[in-house]
């Protein structure tokens, strides 16, 4: 299965971006709880948001907290994160993960989307 990031780009400071993760497998997303990660250049991944299964249970990192908000749809097999008052040091690649646990540890995922440039401008 593949996961596909996109909703990247460039925006200035204080502005908003959602960025979309659709599975290539059918139903693929319901099955799975999600989380987005970002990595900066010279930086290590680091986690972002994750979501249960369900919808029900959401947790973050502590620099979103308060300005992202993921969310999945099950019906459209697609898991969003929404970033608003975005600041320049979240400028970074993006990607969404799928894995059978809530977790903020990377390898607690197993499938990972390609990644999407969102770069904040001051």
């Known amino acids: 299965v593949q996961l596909q990031a996109s909703g990247g780009g460039l925006v200035q400071a204080g502005g908003s971006l959602r960025l979309s993760c659709a599975a290539s497998e059918r139903t693929f997303i319901s099955k799975y709880v999600m989380g987005w990660f970002r990595q900066a250049p010279g930086k290590e991944r680091e986690f972002v948001a994750t979501?249960?299964?369900?919808?029900?249970?959401?947790y973050y990192g502590d620099s979103v907290k308060g300005r992202f908000t993921i969310s999945r749809d099950s019906a459209k097999n697609t898991a969003y994160l929404q970033m608003n008052s975005l600041k320049p040091e979240d400028t970074a690649v993006y990607y969404c993960?799928?894995?059978?646990?809530?977790?903020?540890?990377?390898?607690?995922?197993?499938?990972w989307g390609q990644g999407t440039q969102v770069t904040v401008s001051s």
């Open positions: 993960a799928a894995g059978p646990v809530l977790s903020e540890i990377r390898s607690r995922y197993d499938y």
């Open positions: 979501i249960s299964i369900g919808g029900l249970n959401t």
